[in-house]
């Protein structure tokens, strides 16, 4: 009876891994772990931004309402329970990291009005860090992106497409196309920036030279 059984396993074990059902479970478990690296990225924005506010606060008081969508935005991306397999609640949280992403635009934009902030040496470590986790965010989350069109379209291949629907296997949200267009640019934060030339004065005309009047008879 033993022996009947572990065949029946064998044969069991050999059917699903021809299905695909080995090849879905590491691909569901790879597009997890590329999800949670992008929430790592997002939450490593999140805690530079109380520093950054706090710094810009000290030499730009004057510009409070900037700094309060700033602060608002951030408020608005922790309160989301994001679910990665929820279109709708994958769709809510593009767009509050989208609302948080302009907000830090817009500050950046406004530093720069502010000489002595921009030598700040604080400050400027902030904008480095900044500067480095958006680009590692827009690498996170584009990584992501192929992850889960990679499990998608492998569960809807045969013979997986059989293996996933007996399973429960469903396709997976992915960031969307104007979205993506959206967030793929990280704010600016170059404070280098020289000013833009002034336009050329135009050069002064030579005047013609005119010819002396001809001399009067019996002068």
Request: net charge neutral; glycine share 6%.
């Amino acid at each position: 009876m033993s022996l009947l059984r572990s065949l029946l396993l064998i044969v069991l074990a050999a059917t699903l891994s021809g299905c695909g059902y080995n090849a879905i479970q590491q691909k569901d478990e790879q597009v997890k772990a590329g999800w949670s690296e992008v929430l790592n990225q997002y939450q490593r924005r999140a805690d530079l931004i109380p520093n950054l506010v706090n710094t810009v606060k000290g030499y730009a008081q004057q510009e409070e309402r900037v700094l309060t969508e700033v602060t608002n935005a951030r408020s608005r991306v922790g309160q989301i329970q994001v679910n990665a397999d929820d279109p709708n609640s994958l769709k809510q949280f593009q767009q509050a990291q989208g609302e948080l992403g302009s907000a830090l635009s817009r500050l950046m934009v406004v530093s720069e009005a502010y000489p002595q902030l921009q030598s700040n040496q604080n400050f400027r470590d902030l904008q480095a860090q900044l500067e480095g986790t958006e680009n590692r965010i827009t690498v996170a989350r584009g990584r992501y992106i192929q992850m889960v069109q990679d499990y998608n379209t492998f569960i809807r291949s045969f013979p997986q497409v059989i293996t996933a629907k007996i399973f429960g296997y469903k396709q997976k949200p992915n960031f969307t196309v104007e979205n993506e267009a959206q967030i793929a640019r990280p704010p600016s934060v170059d404070f280098g920036t020289a000013p833009a030339n002034t336009p050329a004065q135009p050069q002064p005309q030579p005047q013609p030279q005119q010819n002396p009047p001809p001399p009067q008879p019996g002068q």
